[in-house]
């Protein structure tokens, strides 16, 4: 089988890195992989192991272009089926160049954000299936319209063999120049408004008076850094909150937290929550689409109401006077990510997916009709 893997994001985010885990398990498999990103993306040359990767422009919703390139692509390399990653066009141009090149493509669905009913029925005409990430994703489309029988719910995965090693907190605490039992709170999220940095930072008026000196790292980029590096100096923050930037180790860092806090609006599951969680850190996060797969209220985190900033408070308070409680969590945590989120049962479930949509384009076809 050969699949033509298409994510037209710049940056190693999480969806991004859920592609590359992808194309790792499908090679195992035994599938061909090809890879078609933008010119210059992080993803390019960390999928070449496991890929052919083609770089090409992409330049979002309004470059209809995009869809002759992708087109032309699939003429030259006859892909089995295109999977469609992410958005940014190439929900739609990729969806158009599949249909253009008679070529099965289905999607993924990474986003609980709700759409119009008459725009779910136009753009997913163009898959075959969808696959969400999350139940909490299948659900929301099934209610915009979406026949149950072309969406199936594929979880995210985390490999979790870079989050088990010893992590050195003290080390980690003084070159932060802290404390080594400073407390530290962290968030991984880009910097946008859904994922609710906002709420964190309201939150930190209870918390603070609590805890003086805990330290909160905010790890990721994004159009609000301005208005956060605002935020932070007008309510008195800067000495407990830094702006971390996006990290590349991420790894080697997010087990050095104590908590994470993850008080996002709309999530489709959250992969920073399951690399938390891999990595034995307790959870704080909102009931937001498929957050509660992925953060279990009581085992491996609390779940709140999203915008319950008292209760977000009141969450991080607990965990934070807790030691006992956040080991407990911790290990907890990552005992259902091995358990349910293995990268290995993600890639059965989407191959399971394209051998359905073959298996059906077989049936379609007619007698006689070249594959």
Not at 141 to 156: A, H, Q
Request: contains cysteine; charged residues 20%; aromatic residues 4%.
């Amino acid at each position: 089988m050969k699949v033509l893997h298409v994510e037209s994001g710049r940056h190693l985010y999480g969806g991004a890195k859920q592609v590359l885990h992808i194309m790792e398990g499908l090679k195992r498999h035994g599938v061909e992989n090809l890879l078609a990103c933008p010119t210059g993306a992080h993803i390019a040359t960390l999928a070449r192991p496991h890929a052919e990767v083609f770089e090409m422009k992409m330049k979002g919703d309004a470059d209809v272009g995009m869809a002759l390139r992708l087109r032309r692509l699939i003429a030259a390399q006859a892909p089995d089926i295109v999977h469609i990653h992410s958005r940014r066009g190439a929900d739609l141009w990729g969806g158009v160049a599949a249909m253009l090149g008679r070529v099965p493509v289905v999607l993924s669905r990474r986003v609980d954000n709700p759409e119009p009913q008459w725009l779910v029925h136009a753009k997913y005409s163009m898959y075959e299936h969808v696959i969400a990430i999350s139940d909490g994703i299948r659900k929301v489309l099934i209610d915009e319209g979406l026949s149950e029988g072309r969406v199936s719910c594929v979880r995210s995965a985390v490999d979790p063999r870079p989050y088990l090693g010893d992590y050195d907190k003290a080390a980690f605490r003084a070159g932060l120049g802290l404390p080594a039992d400073a407390l530290l709170i962290g968030m991984v999220a880009q910097l946008i408004p859904r994922k609710g940095h906002r709420h964190l930072l309201q939150a930190l008026d209870d918390v603070l008076v609590r805890h003086p000196g805990a330290q909160v790292l905010i790890y990721g980029r994004g159009p609000l850094e301005a208005e956060l590096h605002q935020l932070i100096a007008a309510r008195g923050l800067q000495r407990n909150v830094r702006l971390m930037g996006f990290v590349d180790n991420l790894p080697a860092v997010i087990g050095c937290l104590d908590l994470l806090v993850h008080p996002a609006d709309l999530e489709g599951l959250g992969v920073s929550l399951l690399q938390a969680a891999a990595a034995a850190v307790p959870i704080v996060a909102c009931r937001a689409g498929g957050v509660p797969e992925a953060v279990r209220h009581g085992l491996n985190g609390l779940l709140i109401e999203s915008g319950d900033v008292t209760a977000l408070a009141a969450a991080i308070n607990r965990l934070l006077v807790d030691p006992a409680l956040r080991v407990h969590m911790g290990a907890a945590g990552r005992a259902l990510m091995v358990r349910e989120f293995s990268v290995d049962v993600m890639c059965e479930g989407n191959l399971a997916v394209y051998r359905k949509v073959l298996a059906s384009q077989q049936v379609l076809r007619p007698a006689g009709m070249p594959a």
